[in-house]
């Protein structure tokens, strides 16, 4: 485990930490120090909680779960008192903060309780425990920092520092947070129902997705703010092959697994098309004047030189998924024995689907594409269209655009297509304005920590989310 001469805190001494930094901040309370400290101390303690979402359901174990909420209801006790606190779907949470004028549209803020697991043999890659929440060289470590416990608990400190200032918002507030976003949020589900049946239209909804990031990687010599306004579509498809196996000493000309292998590599030699339309034209249109003067002419006069511009975007695969939907050949299974000629080869597929490429055309297009009656392809678990693309003329986004200014005077903002999914998709009943946004300072070493190793946060840019969260607050209304 990696020493140092800063401060670490470790689980057995935390209690009289806690403690003694409380009894600091009653003495001198008010510097944005002892905030950043008292919130750091609340997220470390946070971390230590195994909210952990499993394919598995039966794995899940919800005393941790329920041991979460109840450590929010001690260390959040204003919330608690002034806020409607509702259980939903047995783990997930819904707060709801009145506003003092109900004419005005509702905002609503997500987040989920539930972390991923950590990759078996992987817990020693870690600088430090990934469950103990250790706060060390000016960041809070551990599983859920960055995705996005981290963010929740912003929400909390936020909420709570509000309260106690005697603030109450005109636009009601929601705090919505799932219990099992990792695994398909169907809490998220559960929470968006209820808000439709009780007739909720909400001014924007705010979930995590786009970092504040380094815009030199793109040719930007800024910080980028990222904001995702749609999120890419789900299906997963099963090619199979069936022939009659036999003998390997006695082969046909062709094989299962010779005719599934044609058929992907039909797939991969055939992506989906490059398309300069819907959020990825309002990226450029955003970062255009922010390019090198040879690429914001072309992108200034990109009906003339489009071809170039997919070009140059689809040499690296994280632009190349902006700009079409993606074929990923994830599993390929057949045979059992060396000298057996397999009766039956199958492959899995996963595709992102560009807003506007439907499930059923990239279905129709696969099986074009192949052209081999001899390959099945058929859709597995629950395909996912993507969603609408939300108005950045909106009130909403201009009110977040305001907000990230304030906080990030320094970035540049813009619009960006989510390639994962979020528990945002599941809302879109709610509101037309539906923005994912995580204020999170990320450098390209940091986008590989969540869901991998040595997830943390610093202090700093921790102060700087609850800051993020407090002012959009104050400038909704």
Avoid at 157 to 179: D, H, K
Avoid at 193 to 211: F, P, Q
Avoid at 406 to 433: C, H, K, M, W
Wanted: hydrophobic share 40%; with cysteine.
């Amino acid at each position: 485990m990696k020493k140092t001469g800063k401060l670490e805190i470790k689980p057995l001494v935390f209690s009289a930490f806690i403690a003694l930094s409380l009894f600091i901040l009653l003495i001198g309370a008010g510097s944005e120090a002892e905030t950043a400290q008292r919130a750091a101390l609340n997220l470390s303690r946070a971390v230590q909680f195994k909210t952990i979402s499993f394919q598995n359901s039966n794995e899940v174990d919800e005393k941790e779960f329920n041991a979460f909420n109840d450590f929010l209801e001690k260390t959040y006790p204003l919330i608690h008192r002034n806020l409607k606190k509702e259980t939903v779907n047995d783990l997930g949470l819904l707060y709801t903060w009145n506003g003092s004028d109900p004419s005005l549209k509702p905002i609503v803020f997500l987040a989920h309780i539930d972390v991923v697991p950590i990759a078996p043999g992987t817990d020693i890659d870690w600088t430090y425990p990934p469950f103990e929440g250790r706060i060390a060289d000016g960041f809070v470590w551990g599983r859920g920092t960055m995705d996005c416990k981290g963010f929740l608990m912003a929400l909390m400190e936020t909420v709570e520092a509000l309260l106690s200032q005697g603030y109450r918002p005109t636009r009601t507030v929601y705090l919505c947070f799932g219990r099992d976003e990792e695994v398909g949020g169907k809490g998220a589900q559960k929470i968006a129902a209820i808000l439709k049946e009780r007739g909720v239209s909400a001014e924007y909804i705010i979930d995590e997705g786009g970092l504040i990031v380094d815009g030199k990687l793109v040719g930007i010599d800024k910080e980028l703010a990222m904001v995702g306004v749609a999120e890419k579509g789900y299906l997963t498809l099963e090619m199979k092959v069936k022939t009659k196996g036999g003998h390997s000493s006695m082969p046909p000309r062709e094989s299962a697994i010779g005719i599934l292998s044609a058929a992907v590599q039909k797939l991969e030699k055939n992506p989906f098309p490059a398309k300069l339309t819907g959020v990825s034209e309002m990226t450029l249109d955003k970062l255009g004047p922010e390019f090198p003067s040879y690429m914001k002419f072309a992108i200034k006069n990109r009906g003339i030189f489009e071809g170039l511009i997919k070009n140059m975007l689809s040499k690296n695969n994280v632009s190349d998924a902006m700009i079409r939907t993606t074929t990923a050949v994830t599993i390929i299974s057949a045979g059992t024995k060396e000298n057996v000629l397999p009766q039956e080869a199958t492959a899995i597929v996963n595709f992102r689907l560009l807003p506007g490429d439907s499930v059923d055309y990239v279905i129709s297009r696969v099986k074009q594409v192949i052209s081999d009656p001899r390959v099945s392809v058929e859709a597995l678990g629950e395909p996912k269209e993507a969603t609408k693309i939300s108005n950045i003329n909106s009130k909403g986004f201009g009110i977040l655009e305001r907000t990230i200014k304030e906080v990030f005077p320094e970035v540049v903002i813009s619009p960006f297509l989510v390639l994962g999914g979020t528990d945002a998709r599941n809302y879109e009943q709610v509101s037309d304005s539906i923005f994912r946004f995580s204020p999170l300072r990320a450098t390209q070493e940091d986008q590989e920590r969540p869901h991998g190793t040595d997830e943390r946060v610093s202090v700093e840019n921790y102060l700087e989310i609850i800051n993020f969260y407090t002012s959009m607050i104050r400038n909704s209304q």
